[in-house]
């Protein structure tokens, strides 16, 4: 939910199952958007991404089962004139990768986790920054 949320506070109009528009109505500015394992099936009404306009960089893991990586290529296709969108496919993590600490009972799928999230930190950094 955490992807959802940011781009809603991007200007992003979140519409819900129940068919609902959730607009934030931010101020915020952003420089830049990370987001992982974005869920956005939330954005799929017509024109609910018109007015974000900012880089955005996604991770999703190739394992996840409940995002599916494919959902990273919508706000590519529908942001891509807007500004740069790169979508950073990780073959060995699933949907819970991407969290420092794992809900209980969740087993990582990713076979080295610590050299995994030290690698995203820097990724992450450098997309921050540049």
Request: with cysteine; net charge negative; glycine share 8%.
């Amino acid at each position: 939910m955490g992807s959802v949320t940011l781009l809603a506070l991007a200007d992003g109009e979140a519409q819900t199952v129940a068919g609902d528009t959730v607009i934030s109505g931010s101020k915020l500015k952003f420089d830049g958007l990370a987001l992982f394992a974005p869920s956005t099936d939330f954005f799929r009404r017509s024109g609910a991404l018109k007015s974000v306009r900012v880089p955005i960089r996604i991770w999703v893991g190739a394992k996840d089962s409940i995002t599916a990586p494919a959902q990273a290529q919508f706000p590519k296709e529908v942001l891509s004139l807007r500004g740069p969108i790169d979508i950073c496919l990780d073959e060995e993590a699933g949907h819970f990768s991407y969290m420092d600490e794992l809900p209980p009972n969740i087993t990582d799928s990713h076979s080295n986790r610590s050299k995994f999230l030290a690698s995203l930190a820097i990724d992450v950094g450098r997309f921050v920054v540049a």
